[in-house]
Structure formats: structure tokens, C-alpha cells
């Protein structure tokens, strides 16, 4: 598997100069439990996300009139049912993000296919709506992964990282017309700010100073006509100090009347049309 043709359009809708896709991994309490870590503490920091950090966040996508796509394990939807719905009912997407954040490549092919096929089942009964695109728990492929996603009919990922704006995925030199929406560390929230008690993950950037790179990414990506896509974690970024320069980096973004804030599926619908018919 490999990246094929790029999918940067010449515009974008409306003449707009830039896309830009922010996106949530609403993780909460899965990936301690993944791990089979019951520890009040460690379900606590992941509980903070959907307590206080998901409702700021929706009422600041609010405020800023954005859409957002929200990829959400299946068993953070089972557990909080009434979050998912209200995601879909302030009209943003609701997309995939595995069963309970499963570490992918650990899986045999069966185990994986299972668990990604009842992960957009769930989603679709708790939502009413079928997800459209994947990210794959913790950006991760296996050899199996892009074959699977194109079997269930997914119809775009946000999982890879070869190219700045969206492109094709090919697989044995042919193109499977699957669009990837590239993702990257340097617009994640999560390696600025992690704290990890018992490991050696400590935050060591100041918000504030993530604010700048993020500021220079999206003006960066306007200058280029391309896309800012973001991947942000209500318990990471939900924190005070953390939405004030989320708030203010909206701000910046929205104060452009070029730009177009889409849905990752509305992204991956506009530049599918980059693709005349599959390769040869």
C-alpha cells in the first residue's frame, strides 16, 4: 500500500482558497480499558473528556458557526449514547475510530475485520447514521487494514501521513479510489500535552506556543490553497487553558473569508471528484 495521485483540487467550494477539517477523537475511557486499567484515576482523566471537555468544545464549534467531524470508538458511543446523537444533531459527522481503540497491528485479520465491521454497526444504531470514514485507533495500518476498509465500503481515511492535502490510496499498484485525509503528530494535540504518571510522556509545550505552530500551519496551508486538517482530543484540549487558544486559533481562521470549514466526509466527497476512474 502506498499514496497514489494527489487530490488537491484547483478550488475549493465557493472559490474558497483553503479547507479546513478539524476533527475530535472522543476517546474518553477506552483506551485505559483497552489495556484492562480499572484504576479510578486512570478512567478519570479519559471521564474528563466527555464531563467538561465536550460540551466546550461543541459550544465553541458553536460560536464559530464550524462543522467538525468527531471519531468515536464504538464502546465510547455505547457508553454515552446521548454524546453521539448530540454530535450528529449540531450537525457535524460522526465517523469511526474502532471498537475500544484497539491497537490494530497486535490483531490477526479476523479479529480486526470483526471489530471494524461492528464498530460502524454500532455507530450506525446508536446514530441513525452510517459512518462514512475511519480513523484507525492511533493513526495505526496493519497489512490488512486498507483491504478491510474498502470490503465494509468505507469511503475515505484520516489515519496516514504522506502528503500535506488529500490523495489516493493504492494498493498493489492499482488505485482503490479510497481518499485519505492526510493527518500529522505536528497538528495533534496529544504530543504537546500528554501526561502520563507512570511512563515518560510529560507535556513540555506551552499552549500558547502550540498556538503559534498552528497558526503557521493554517496560514501556511491558505497561502498554498490546500488543507489544514486538525486532530484534536476532547481530554486533551478540553482544559481551560488549552480551549482559550483553541478558541482564539478559530478565531484566526474564521476571520478569512476564504475559507471553507467542511466535514471530513464533505472534503472527501469534493476532491473525489479529482478521480475520473480508477487507475490501471
Partial sequence: MRAGRSLKPESWPGEKKVAVAISFDSDHETIPLRD?????????????????????????????????????????????????????????EVAAHGWIHERTTLLPEAAERDL?????????????????????????????????????????DSSLMADDDPYELRSHGRDTGLVEIPVDWIRDDAPYFVMDRFGSARPYTSPRDVLGVWVDEFDSARADGGTFQLTLHPHVIGHRSRMTVLDELLGHVMSHGDVWCASHAAVADWVRGQITAPGE
Avoid at 464559530?64 to 449514547?81: D, I, N
Wanted: proline letters at 6%; aromatic letters at 8%.
Fill in 36 to 92: 484492562n486499567h480499572t484504576s479510578p484515576g486512570q478512567l478519570a482523566q479519559g471521564e474528563y473528556g466527555a464531563r467538561a471537555g465536550v460540551p466546550r468544545i461543541l459550544d465553541l464549534l458553536d460560536r464559530h458557526g464550524m462543522t467538525a467531524t468527531f471519531f468515536m470508538p464504538a464502546v465510547a458511543a455505547l457508553a454515552r449514547p446521548d454524546e453521539a446523537r448530540e454530535y450528529v444533531a449540531r450537525g457535524h
Fill in 116 to 156: 471494524t465491521a461492528r464498530s460502524l454497526d454500532a455507530l450506525e444504531r446508536v446514530c441513525g447514521v452510517r459512518p462514512r470514514g475511519i480513523r484507525t485507533p492511533s493513526w495505526d495500518f496493519s497489512a490488512a487494514t486498507l483491504q478491510i476498509l474498502l470490503d465494509l465500503g468505507l469511503e475515505y
